[in-house]
């Protein structure tokens, strides 16, 4: 076994993947993956993989800290993050870890 199925195994960790043809099966990744689509990639024509590189990560900068998410009491994913972290997050969200809060990383 190589990669990161050998490296799930030795590590004791079973992997359970979508199933093709199954979207529905994580509606989450599913709704910012349409989002990413329509509001960016659809709308640009990319010269240079730099010129991708800067959009995207304007693009996520707007998504995580400028743009409100109705899911998250209309706060932005890095305002909800924070109030997470400090302990002050509206009631209705206590039970929800900060990182499924939405907010978008991405290595840059």
């Keep these: 076994m190589a990669g990161l199925s050998g490296w799930s195994h030795r590590h004791g960790i079973q992997l359970a993947f979508v199933r093709p043809?199954?979207?529905?099966?994580n509606g989450f990744i599913e709704s910012f993956n349409g989002r990413l689509r329509d509001e960016c990639l659809n709308?640009?024509?990319f010269p240079s993989m730099t010129h991708v590189m800067r959009l995207l990560a304007a693009w996520r900068h707007d998504y995580n800290h400028t743009r409100p998410h109705g899911a998250l009491g209309d706060d932005t994913p890095a305002g909800f993050a924070?109030?997470?972290l400090?302990?002050?997050v509206p009631s209705r969200h206590e039970e929800r870890p900060a990182r499924e809060a939405g907010l978008l990383q991405c290595v840059t």
């Design 21 to 25: 043809g199954r979207p529905t099966e």
């Design 82 to 84: 924070a109030k997470t």
């Design 43 to 45: 709308v640009e024509i």
């Design 86 to 88: 400090e302990g002050t």
